[in-house]
């Protein structure tokens, strides 16, 4: 779909371009020549029509069905549009990983519109995701994951999954020792953001980056299909797993 997408783009373009080149001005600067603008567009029209339908066809394709309206809020500690997409880039990216990973951390600002109750096509996790960013599983130390609390505490919180949960009151937060024993944690996100994207600097040393060989967007996409094939709707809902006192 990509390619096909590229490749209308570029037709487009060189189309237009050409056409451009052939409007004809008439001497007496009274009347301006169209017609062979005009037919070229047509026949422009004519030759990217099978394509866009092509390419509107896959992208309304519905993927699954969504039980409530996901939308896309600000100021908040977790959104139920954030832990439905955490939850499910942890889900998928576990399967495909093949190792346990402790916790996912994203961000807000990359879920760019709210998801609507009802069907849930290929184009609106296009709007919800544009961008072509990589799952990757970063191993911290604890230094790291000390600087990655405090960041959570320092911006309100982010979305996350996992089998933890972050209560916060006032400036201080006492990370558990016995939480991770191994004195490493292993923290799936994109690879923009572990290159420091949003502020998240505590991503830039880690121990080991892995790639998991999947597009954030295509995990969205892949678990919407695996929802509708068990049968199920699309749902989340806030647990606490960030908290301000």
């Known amino acids: 779909m990509n390619k096909l997408h590229l490749y209308l783009s570029f037709l487009l373009f060189s189309i237009l ?4 080149n052939k409007i004809k001005y008439v ?3 009274s009347s301006i020549s169209i017609d062979t603008t005009l037919s070229n567009y047509k026949n422009a029209t004519e030759l990217i029509t099978p394509y866009k339908t092509a390419l509107d066809a896959e992208m309304n394709e519905v993927l699954v069905i969504s039980a409530e309206e996901f939308p896309k809020e600000k100021g908040k500690p977790e959104t139920k549009l954030g832990n439905l997409v955490a939850d499910l880039s942890l ?4 399967e495909i990983y093949n190792d346990s990973i402790d916790f996912c951390l994203l961000n807000f600002g990359g879920l760019r519109t709210s998801l609507p109750k009802g069907e849930i096509t290929i184009g609106k996790i296009f709007e919800l995701m544009p961008f072509e960013n990589e799952l990757v599983v970063l191993t911290l130390n604890k230094d790291s994951l000390k600087s990655l609390i405090h960041y959570l505490n320092s ?3 982010q979305p996350i999954s996992g089998n933890i949960s972050f209560k916060f009151s006032g400036k201080e937060f006492i990370l558990d020792e016995n939480l991770f ?3 490493y944690v292993k923290v799936l996100t994109s690879d923009y953001l572990a290159g420091g994207g949003d502020k998240m600097n505590f991503f830039l040393n880690p121990i080991k980056t892995e790639k998991v060989n999947i597009k954030l967007r295509d995990a969205i996409i892949k678990y919407c299909i695996q929802e509708n094939s068990k049968g199920n709707k699309l749902t989340s809902n806030i647990d606490g797993r960030i908290t301000f006192e």
């Open 17 to 20: 371009f050409a056409c451009s």
């Open 27 to 29: 001497s007496n600067n």
């Open 91 to 94: 889900e998928i990216a576990t």
């Open 155 to 157: 911006v309100g919180g």
């Open 181 to 183: 024993p191994n004195n």
